[in-house]
T-cell receptor, first 113, second 118 residues
Framework: DQQVKQNSPSLSVQEGRISILNCDYTNSMFDYFLWYKKYPAEGPTFLISISSIKDKNEDGRFTVFLNKSAKHLSLHIVPSQPGDSAVYFCAARGMNRDDKIIFGKGTRLHILP | DGGITQSPKYLFRKEGQNVTLSCEQNLNHDAMYWYRQDPGQGLRLIYYSQIVNDFQKGDIAEGYSVSREKKESFPLTVTSAQKNPTAFYLC?????????????????FGPGTRLTVL
């Protein structure tokens, strides 16, 4: 039973355009959400996070939007650059002491020249 | 400079042998985690430890064992009981904060160890 779903295994975007990666979750008790970027044969690197008390968080070219009523979050990258080609993981966690971070299966982003 | 290290980068093992993967962090994080990544599977949690001398099973703990004798170190042993051990193993650490609508839990990952069973 996947609690965090990234329904698009891959996405191709032209360089300079906006990349939008989507993530859906099923657990309404999740209160903290993260996006990670991963290159092949490397560990994931943290990109951006958002708490459930917000609906938007921005950091440079990266913006995460949270729609709690739809249990949906998205990562916007603008403008997209060649170095953005990687696998992006969405993750979520509840507010309790024993809650663990749950990762989605990832979306592979290809930035086209 | 602070970080999380894993060694070795590549590891080969014969069937039937146990092997231990190293994970060290100097970030002063309380919590440490082991994940396994397989193609198309995302990150699956093997074991995690929220404090020294304590650890809990994750979603796929069978065939693995861990110890947490020091805050900085969280080694993972892949035993011969693990039926399909060939994978990319990732260690992470964090200092989670829990609470009503204000918690954080940014996990920082090591570079990974690619284990291949021959």
């Amino acid at each position: 039973d996947q609690q965090v779903k990234q329904n698009s295994p891959s996405l191709s975007v032209q360089e300079g355009r906006i990349s939008i990666l989507n993530c859906d979750y099923t657990n309404s008790m999740f209160d903290y959400f993260l996006w990670y970027k991963k290159y092949p044969a490397e560990g994931p690197t943290f990109l951006i996070s958002i708490s459930s008390i917000k609906d938007k968080n921005e950091d440079g070219r990266f913006t995460v939007f949270l729609n709690k009523s739809a249990k949906h979050l998205s990562l916007h990258i603008v403008p997209s650059q060649p170095g953005d080609s990687a696998v992006y993981f969405c993750a979520a966690r509840g507010m309790n002491r024993d809650d663990k971070i749950i990762f989605g299966k990832g979306t592979r982003l290809h930035i086209l020249p | 400079d602070g970080g999380i290290t894993q060694s070795p980068k590549y590891l080969f093992r014969k069937e039937g042998q146990n092997v231990t993967l190293s994970c060290e962090q100097n970030l002063n994080h309380d919590a440490m985690y082991w994940y396994r990544q397989d193609p198309g599977q995302g990150l699956r949690l093997i074991y995690y430890s929220q404090i020294v001398n304590d650890f809990q099973k994750g979603d796929i703990a069978e065939g693995y064992s861990v110890s947490r004798e020091k805050k900085e170190s969280f080694p993972l042993t892949v035993t011969s009981a693990q039926k399909n051990p060939t994978a990319f193993y990732l260690c992470a650490s964090s200092s989670p904060v829990y609470g009503l609508a204000g918690g954080t839990d940014t996990q920082y990952f090591g570079p990974g160890t690619r284990l291949t069973v021959l």
